[in-house]
């Protein structure tokens, strides 16, 4: 299983962290044996506002380093290949796109599986676009299985209700989605090294790992010797 560390930027510095520079920290990522990062301009995805320079010379400068994995609801085509040009290994197609089948579509014939995950929100089981607080007539799984169809591979699924909370992720949930042959990478509520180890269990690709890693609950080389356990 991968692990992805987050590196959430808000205001022009890192998100609930004491260090102010995101390249530096994601360089320290790599000193210690990431292989990936994942890159989130805040600002851009809550809709007040946006860090693109900054998030120009985060991606010209890590990918030297790391493969960046840049989530955030990114929601146009526009956006999208903005980050893919600017170096950006992967871009997570946002929910609210995903629901569109003809984006989706256009999107990986253009840019390929392999630079394209497909991130699936939820809500009480209900799929949810980021900054939403209802459900939409959808669940995670009918989503997952109509972006498999048009050719995705990767899916990044959040139980919202979870992210940020520190209460485990929803590892029901993306087993769901790993039963129909999709790479899920389970994001929101991880807080412990053994939350890491039950979404290895489940059969998941990967784990992004924001709070807890910045909090201190764990290192992030006591977290990449778990997963590679």
Same mark, same amino acid.
């Given at each position: 299983?991968?692990?992805?560390?987050?590196?959430?930027?808000? +205001?022009?510095?890192? &998100?609930?962290? =004491?260090?102010?520079?995101?390249?530096?920290?994601? @360089?320290?990522?790599?000193?210690?044996?990431?292989?990936?990062?994942?890159?989130?301009?805040?600002?851009?995805?809550?809709?007040?506002?946006?860090?693109? $320079?900054?998030?120009?010379?985060?991606?010209?400068? !890590?990918? $030297?380093?790391?493969?960046?994995?840049?989530?955030?609801?990114? %929601?146009? $085509?526009?956006?999208?290949?903005?980050?893919?040009?600017?170096?950006?290994?992967?871009?997570?197609?946002?929910?609210?796109? *995903?629901?569109? &089948?003809?984006?989706?579509? @256009?999107?990986?014939?253009?840019?390929?599986?392999?630079?394209?995950?497909?991130?699936?929100? *939820?809500?009480?089981?209900?799929?949810? %676009?980021?900054?939403?607080?209802? +459900?939409?007539?959808?669940?995670?799984? $009918?989503?997952?299985?109509?972006?498999?169809?048009?050719?995705?591979?990767?899916?990044?699924?959040?139980?919202?209700?979870?992210? +940020?909370?520190?209460? +485990?992720?929803?590892?029901?949930?993306?087993?769901?989605?790993?039963?129909?042959?999709?790479?899920?990478?389970?994001?929101?509520?991880?807080?412990?090294?053994?939350?890491?180890?039950?979404?290895?269990? =489940?059969?998941? *690709?990967? %784990?992004?790992?924001?709070? !807890?890693?910045?909090?201190?609950?764990?290192?992030?080389?006591?977290?990449? =010797?778990?997963?590679? =356990?």
């Amino acid at each position: 299983m991968e692990l992805y560390p987050a590196v959430d930027v808000q +205001g022009g510095r890192v &998100a609930r962290s =004491a260090a102010r520079d995101p390249l530096a920290v994601a @360089r320290q990522f790599a000193r210690t044996g990431a292989r990936w990062v994942h890159f989130v301009d805040l600002d851009r995805a809550l809709g007040t506002g946006d860090n693109r $320079e900054l998030a120009r010379r985060f991606l010209a400068g !890590a990918r $030297e380093e790391l493969n960046v994995q840049v989530g955030g609801a990114l %929601a146009t $085509e526009t956006a999208i290949a903005e980050m893919l040009e600017w170096g950006a290994t992967r871009v997570v197609i946002g929910t609210r796109a *995903a629901i569109d &089948a003809t984006l989706v579509s @256009r999107l990986l014939a253009r840019y390929g599986a392999d630079r394209l995950a497909v991130g699936i929100d *939820a809500r009480n089981g209900r799929v949810a %676009a980021r900054g939403s607080t209802t +459900g939409m007539d959808l669940t995670p799984v $009918e989503l997952a299985r109509r972006v498999q169809s048009l050719g995705a591979r990767t899916a990044i699924y959040t139980d919202a209700a979870r992210d +940020g909370a520190l209460s +485990g992720p929803d590892l029901d949930g993306a087993r769901t989605i790993v039963a129909l042959g999709l790479d899920v990478i389970v994001s929101g509520g991880v807080a412990s090294l053994d939350d890491l180890r039950g979404a290895a269990n =489940a059969g998941l *690709a990967g %784990a992004i790992v924001g709070r !807890a890693l910045h909090e201190g609950r764990f290192t992030l080389a006591e977290a990449l =010797a778990c997963v590679a =356990a």
